[in-house]
């Protein structure tokens, strides 16, 4: 008998709760294999008689009673200090003790992130879980980060997220030989900080098993030049947020339009199809999973609707199929000779770099 995989859920975290947690393991479950089962932490009355009306889901599920909450608004530091029993602490701490596959949560992103680093620990030599999200391109998507967990990254960090960012999009979206790319301010060799060009002399030697292809710049992320795109935390969030505000613009002006006279709106009452296409492409990607940890941790947007959380769901479960973490550890492996520093530098090399020092 195939061994069940089992996803467990903070269903108090976020700005709903139960009230989007329970109809989104309603809505994904249809798509998922029989042998998918959940693990349901908070208020157990609240989410039993969300499940009251589906007991072939209720079947599928186990609610595991809580009877605290990780406020959205607590600090880290806090949500260590009071976190055993909530909720969101009992949801990772499954993972740890092999009860689950994967645990998801719509809660304080500073406290997820916190509680899955103490529970699970860092993979490897590793320091603090990166952030990684997707950014729609023609192409598909860009898998893009760090987008602001580690704000200072020197270029071993930077390749150990290449290494991530390269597992993570194959498992997630299907690209057998994922490409990938470190933002810089050039594509040209001789620009950037110090720590961009040496971790691009570490992903250009070919040590490490990924499709790497240079430099990319800043309208490239959007563009889909390559798949994985690499950053430093603080240079990724910023980014992202300058994504998100410009898409709110875009989006904002677009309605403004469209319901400005008589003719306009009847224009798009006839567009709604495409415009419902457009506002899901401008969408933010349904969930962040924290790579760099012993286990799959996933955090979904705080004011996700039932939809969102049913994709994370989804994204949870083809993580947890996936051969993701284990290659990041075969390549984690190969990390330390990577590292290794050539054995003679040429003269002109050394001396570009002077140059573009100064």
Same mark, same amino acid.
């Given at each position: 008998?195939?061994?069940p995989?089992?996803?467990s859920?903070?269903?108090m975290?976020?700005?709903h709760?139960?009230?989007?947690?329970v +109809?989104a393991?309603?809505?994904?479950i249809?798509d998922?294999p029989?042998?998918?089962r959940?693990?349901?932490?908070?208020?157990?009355?609240?989410?039993r008689?969300?499940?009251?009306?589906h +007991?072939?889901?209720?079947?599928?599920?186990?609610?595991?009673?809580?009877?605290?909450?990780?406020?959205?608004?607590?600090k880290p530091?806090q949500a260590?200090?009071r976190g055993?029993?909530t909720?969101?602490?009992?949801?990772?701490?499954?993972?740890?003790?092999?009860?689950?596959a994967a645990a998801?949560?719509?809660?304080?992103t500073?406290a997820?992130m916190?509680?899955?680093k103490?529970?699970?620990?860092?993979?490897?030599e590793l320091?603090?879980?990166?952030?990684?999200?997707?950014?729609?391109?023609?192409?598909g998507?860009?898998?893009?980060?760090?987008?602001g967990a580690n704000?200072?990254?020197?270029?071993?960090r930077?390749?150990?997220?290449a290494?991530?960012?390269?597992?993570?999009?194959r498992a997630a979206?299907?690209a057998p030989?994922?490409t990938v790319?470190?933002?810089?301010?050039?594509?040209e060799?001789m620009?950037?900080h110090?720590?961009?060009?040496e971790?691009h002399r570490?992903?250009r030697?070919?040590k490490?098993d990924?499709?790497?292809?240079?430099?990319?710049e800043?309208?490239d992320?959007t563009?889909?030049?390559?798949?994985?795109?690499?950053?430093?935390?603080f240079?990724?969030?910023?980014?992202?947020?300058a994504?998100?505000?410009?898409?709110?613009?875009?989006?904002?002006?677009l309605?403004s339009a469209?319901?400005?006279?008589?003719? +306009?709106?009847?224009g798009?009452v006839?567009?709604r199809p495409?415009?419902q296409?457009?506002?899901?492409?401008?969408? +933010?990607?349904?969930a962040?999973?924290?790579?760099?940890?012993?286990?799959?941790?996933l955090?979904a947007?705080?004011?996700a609707s039932?939809?969102?959380f049913?994709m994370?769901?989804?994204?949870a479960?083809?993580?947890?199929?996936s051969?993701?973490?284990?290659?990041?550890?075969?390549?984690?492996?190969?990390?330390?000779?990577?590292?290794?520093e050539?054995?003679?530098?040429?003269?002109?090399a050394?001396?570009t770099a002077?140059?573009?020092?100064?």
């Amino acid at each position: 008998m195939t061994q069940p995989l089992v996803i467990s859920i903070d269903a108090m975290g976020g700005d709903h709760g139960p009230s989007v947690v329970v +109809p989104a393991v309603i809505r994904a479950i249809s798509d998922l294999p029989q042998d998918v089962r959940f693990l349901l932490h908070g208020d157990e009355t609240a989410i039993r008689q969300g499940l009251t009306r589906h +007991p072939d889901i209720a079947r599928r599920s186990q609610i595991v009673p809580a009877e605290r909450v990780i406020a959205m608004d607590e600090k880290p530091a806090q949500a260590l200090r009071r976190g055993k029993g909530t909720s969101m602490w009992n949801a990772v701490e499954a993972v740890r003790e092999g009860q689950a596959a994967a645990a998801l949560s719509a809660g304080n992103t500073g406290a997820l992130m916190a509680i899955s680093k103490l529970i699970l620990r860092m993979s490897g030599e590793l320091e603090r879980p990166a952030l990684v999200t997707s950014i729609p391109t023609p192409n598909g998507v860009t898998t893009f980060l760090d987008v602001g967990a580690n704000i200072d990254c020197d270029a071993e960090r930077l390749v150990e997220f290449a290494i991530m960012g390269e597992a993570y999009h194959r498992a997630a979206h299907g690209a057998p030989k994922p490409t990938v790319g470190l933002l810089n301010v050039g594509a040209e060799e001789m620009k950037g900080h110090e720590e961009v060009r040496e971790a691009h002399r570490i992903l250009r030697e070919g040590k490490i098993d990924v499709d790497y292809r240079g430099f990319v710049e800043g309208d490239d992320i959007t563009r889909g030049a390559v798949d994985v795109i690499v950053t430093d935390g603080f240079t990724g969030n910023v980014a992202l947020k300058a994504m998100e505000g410009a898409a709110r613009f875009i989006t904002s002006e677009l309605r403004s339009a469209l319901t400005s006279g008589f003719l +306009p709106t009847v224009g798009a009452v006839l567009a709604r199809p495409a415009l419902q296409r457009f506002r899901e492409r401008m969408s +933010p990607t349904p969930a962040a999973p924290l790579l760099g940890l012993n286990g799959i941790v996933l955090k979904a947007h705080g004011g996700a609707s039932a939809r969102d959380f049913a994709m994370a769901i989804q994204l949870a479960v083809d993580l947890a199929r996936s051969d993701f973490s284990a290659e990041i550890e075969r390549n984690m492996r190969r990390l330390p000779d990577a590292l290794a520093e050539p054995a003679q530098a040429p003269a002109d090399a050394a001396a570009t770099a002077q140059g573009a020092s100064e």
